[in-house]
């Protein structure tokens, strides 16, 4: 089991600049590997971006996709997601996903454990 704790959301104009944090505690973390995920009022959640045990490999949805970068710090037990470029369409809560001792996926149902989530509000 691991926990999972967000920072880093806030209120930035389009085309501006933020990076989230995921913390997470637990030594077995670099094992796990990682998913963002985002859901605005009234929309479903859906996915980001997911990154491999070593960091090595990263993937992510075709709406952000040249902009925002996934990478893992796994000695300070600890992912981020610098996101640059934004637009009004990414205001959302993100939330930070963990599926131990598997591959990297896309399929919201397959991670295991969540964090509480961070709002970002990209204003127009």
């Known amino acids: 089991q691991v926990q999972l704790v967000e920072s880093g959301g806030g209120l930035v104009q389009a085309g501006g600049s933020l990076r989230l944090s995921c913390a997470a505690s637990?030594?077995?973390?670099?094992?796990?590997?990682v998913g963002w995920f985002r859901q605005a009022p009234g929309k479903e959640r859906e996915f980001v971006a997911t990154?491999?045990?070593?960091?090595?490999?990263?993937y992510y949805a075709d709406s952000v996709k040249g902009r925002f970068t996934f990478s893992r710090d796994n000695a300070k037990n600890t992912v981020y997601l610098q996101m640059n470029s934004l637009k009004p369409e990414d205001t959302a809560v993100y939330y930070c996903?963990?599926?131990?001792?598997?591959?990297?996926?896309?399929?919201?149902?397959?991670?295991?454990?969540w964090g509480q989530g961070t709002q970002v509000t990209v204003s127009s």
């Open positions: 637990g030594r077995t973390f670099s094992r796990y590997v």
């Open positions: 990154i491999n045990w070593s960091g090595s490999s990263t």
């Open positions: 996903a963990a599926r131990p001792w598997a591959t990297m996926s896309r399929i919201i149902n397959e991670y295991n454990y």
